[in-house]
């Protein structure tokens, strides 16, 4: 991933001076005096800091949901994450791929009205990634916010996308942001960003993927509270499939009986098995009108495995049950 498409992804909005250095500027007329408030026995306004997201220059507006995302919830982890948030405890949620994490994300975001930034970490991540640099531009250097530094800066909840895949070296740039500090030293700037009130970090990761050399350290992992999440049992994931597919219940039904057989195998052949979000690509095929034993071909049994015996295994599995 090239820095130019990082920088377009979190650059904030430039004055219009900064943007147009050499458009003269116009003389602005003095403003009027204003009268004199009249007595008042209201008190004067909090000087505490607004809440995300508030005023005419909105730098969080692109970050903000404004639907609501559908997710169904299958125990009680809306109320835990609300409790948590309360307390801005950093969270840590873990669960095999597509099973659902990041649309909680999505759904706890719009719930509490708070801005999402989301960073989908990666090996080649460094800290200034994350926490920011400085830039050349026309008129000489200036210092551009990463993410992290973003949220913390305005009164974002920052979501670390799978953080195992980034370096160890990269993710500690987040302790002091996840204990009672609630700090992000600048280093090259020589600044310190004390957190915004709304600010929190949520990070997520598959512990399917963990190895010796991708995991996280006990430093990093005992400043968050977790929530384990899986796939959701028979009836409430066919609920799922229908909603976001438009598929009718009975197909599936179907399809989770499939994913199910498949997910038995996880260990025995295949490295993981049919996710929830597989599914939903199934189902939204099957919809449009695509052959059933063809849809799933292409959404279930051909992404996982190359093995030959693994995919007539599978193929067998999709006819039963189609």
């Known amino acids: 991933m090239s820095l130019d498409q990082f920088y377009r992804t979190y650059s904030p909005r430039q004055p219009a001076s900064a943007r147009y250095p050499n458009q003269r500027s116009m003389p602005q007329r003095a403003p009027a005096p204003s009268p004199a408030p009249a007595p008042s026995s209201a008190p004067a306004p909090s000087s505490a800091p607004a809440p995300a997201g508030t005023g005419s220059n909105d730098i969080l507006a692109a970050y903000r ?44 975001a719009w719930k509490l009205g708070k801005p999402l930034i989301t960073v989908a970490c990666n090996e080649d991540m460094t800290a200034s990634d994350l926490v920011g640099r400085f830039l050349l531009d026309a008129n000489g250097t200036r210092w551009q916010d990463g993410p992290l530094a973003l949220a913390a800066r305005h009164g974002a909840i920052c979501y670390l996308d799978e953080i195992v895949e980034a370096r160890q070296d990269t993710t500690v740039v987040i302790h002091p942001l996840t204990d009672a500090r609630r700090i992000l030293p600048l280093d090259k700037k020589g600044e310190v960003i ?26 990093t992992k005992q400043r968050f509270g977790g929530l384990d999440f899986n796939y ?5 994931e ?22 199910e057989r498949a997910r038995n195998l996880k260990g025995h052949g295949l490295d993981e098995g049919i996710s929830t979000r597989m599914l939903i690509y199934a189902a939204s095929l099957i919809q449009r009108g695509v052959d059933p034993l063809a849809a799933c071909r292409v959404a279930l049994v051909r992404p996982i495995t190359d093995d030959p015996d693994m995919r007539d295994a599978l193929d067998s599995a999709v006819t039963t049950y189609l």
């Open 65 to 108: 949901i404004n639907e609501q995302p559908y997710y169904r919830s299958v125990a009680d982890e809306v109320e835990l994450y609300e409790a948590a948030y309360l307390v801005r405890m950093p969270m840590m949620l873990k669960g095999p791929t597509g099973c659902g994490k990041t649309r909680f994300v999505e759904h706890m």
């Open 194 to 219: 004390h957190a915004h009130p709304d600010f929190q970090v949520v990070i997520s990761y598959n512990p399917g993927y963990q190895s010796l050399m991708k995991d996280l350290k006990q430093s």
């Open 232 to 236: 959701p049992e028979h009836e409430v």
């Open 238 to 259: 066919a609920e799922i499939v229908e909603h976001e597919s438009g598929i009718g219940r009975d197909i599936a039904k179907k399809l989770v009986q499939i994913a």
